[in-house]
Each structure stands twice: as structure tokens, then as C-alpha cells.
T-cell receptor, first 112, second 111 residues
Framework: EAGVAQSPRYKIIEKRQSVAFWCNPI?????LYWYQQILGQGPKLLIQ????????DSQLPKDRFSAERLKGVDSTLKIQPAKLEDSAVYLC??????????FGPGTRLTVL | GQQLNQSPQSMFIQEGEDVSMNCTSS?????WLWYKQDPGEGPVLLIA?????ELTSNGRLSAQFGITRKDSFLNISASIPSDVGIYFC???????????FGAGTTVTVRA
């Protein structure tokens, strides 16, 4: 069974530029999550989708971050404009019906 | 999310030694998960625990779901160089599938 796919794996941008990340969850997983992981910390939830609907985006900085999952399968996370403090690894995860989350390899974002 | 305290923060161990780390929470969890993260990769699930008191093994790894439902332990027996990495605990509160993560335990193995 294929795992969670993410692209790109690495991205370097300058502050105030925009960037987008893509995620394709494990087939059949209705719930998808985006996390931000700052160096030296555990992942922090940004947004949770159930199919194509947002379940929880309370931790998403909505002035600059947006996410969508239009067809209830793959998802994109966008940052516009990026700030230095957005440098982090952005992880996508999808969840089994029992609640176990599986993570993708992440996108490492560096904002200069 | 809930606050999880994971300890130790880091450890240097000799190859062949046994390793223990733990995670505590001020809240009751109904699921504990242990993940390992290698540099440049996403967290990989090692062990999932769904019931208080449960003890589960996965090869040289074993983990326990504490009776109080507020703690969990991960043990690695006979450590080898590929055990190097960061180990994260994560918990789910009842009726909510969101994960709260500890800050991680960095394991370095001396050959």
C-alpha cells in the first residue's frame, strides 16, 4: 500500500514570496492533516480535513496560510506571503478509521 | 493541543544497551502512539496503544499504555546504530482524533 505522498521535498524562498505544498493521502483515508514542525519540536497541527470539508483550522494563521482539499483526496497548503518564522517542515498525515495517523516525508521550507 | 512532557530530551547510549523513554500528560488519553523520525523524513509509526495497561511489542521495541491513561513508556532493547533518531510520543484525547505531540527524545548510539 502506498504511503502519504508529498511534494516538493525541499523549497527555498525569500520572505514575502508565496509557496504551495501538495499532499496525496493514503487511498481511502477520509481524514487529512497538515502539521508544521519547527526544528527541535514536535509537529503542531495546522488544519484537519474530513473529506473535502475543514474540521479544525483553529491553529492556522489565516492571514497568510490557506489550504484546500477540493475533491476530498489530495490537498494543497499555501503560504502567502511567507515570513522568516515560517521556516519549518510541513507534514501531511492521513488517518485510518481507528484513529492511527500516518505521515508523509514532509516538505522542508527555508525562508530567507 | 494538550501538553505532553517527554523525557529524556536526549540520550547517548552504547550499542547493545537497553533504552527507556516516557511521556506524561496532564490529560487522560485514549490512544498513545510512538513515532520515530529520521533526519529529512516524516515521523514513522512504531507502536500504537489503544487500552490502558496495554503492553505491545514490535521487534526490539515495546511500549506500554499507563494505567492512569496519563502516561506511556517506550523501551528499545539491545540498541543498534540504526536506532539513532528522534522518538516522539503522541496522544489522543477521548472523542477527538487530534494528536498532541511531545517534544521528542533524540537518541544517539555510540558504536
Amino acid at each position: 500500500e502506498a504511503g502519504v505522498a508529498q511534494s516538493p521535498r525541499y523549497k527555498i524562498i525569500e520572505k514575502r514570496q508565496s509557496v504551495a505544498f501538495w499532499c496525496n493521502p493514503i487511498s481511502g483515508h477520509a481524514t487529512l492533516y497538515w502539521y508544521q514542525q519547527i526544528l527541535g519540536q514536535g509537529p503542531k497541527l495546522l488544519i484537519q480535513f474530513q473529506n473535502n470539508g475543514v474540521v479544525d483550522d483553529s491553529q492556522l494563521p489565516k492571514d497568510r496560510f490557506s489550504a484546500e482539499r477540493l475533491k476530498g483526496v489530495d490537498s494543497t497548503l499555501k503560504i502567502q506571503p511567507a515570513k522568516l518564522e515560517d521556516s519549518a517542515v510541513y507534514l501531511c498525515a492521513s488517518r485510518t478509521p481507528m484513529g492511527t495517523q500516518y505521515f508523509g516525508p514532509g516538505t522542508r521550507l527555508t525562508v530567507l | 493541543g494538550q501538553q505532553l512532557n517527554q523525557s529524556p530530551q536526549s540520550m547517548f547510549i552504547q550499542e547493545g544497551e537497553d533504552v527507556s523513554m516516557n511521556c506524561t500528560s496532564s490529560s487522560i488519553f485514549n490512544t498513545w502512539l510512538w513515532y520515530k523520525q529520521d533526519p529529512g523524513e516524516g515521523p514513522v509509526l512504531l507502536i500504537a496503544l489503544y487500552k490502558a495497561g496495554e503492553l505491545t511489542s514490535n521487534g526490539r521495541l515495546s511500549a506500554q499504555f499507563g494505567i492512569t491513561r496519563k502516561d506511556s513508556f517506550l523501551n528499545i532493547s539491545a540498541s543498534i546504530p540504526s536506532d539513532v533518531g528522534i522518538y516522539f510520543c503522541a496522544g489522543q484525547i477521548p472523542n477527538d482524533y487530534k494528536l498532541s505531540f511531545g517534544a521528542g527524545t533524540t537518541v544517539t548510539v555510540r558504536a
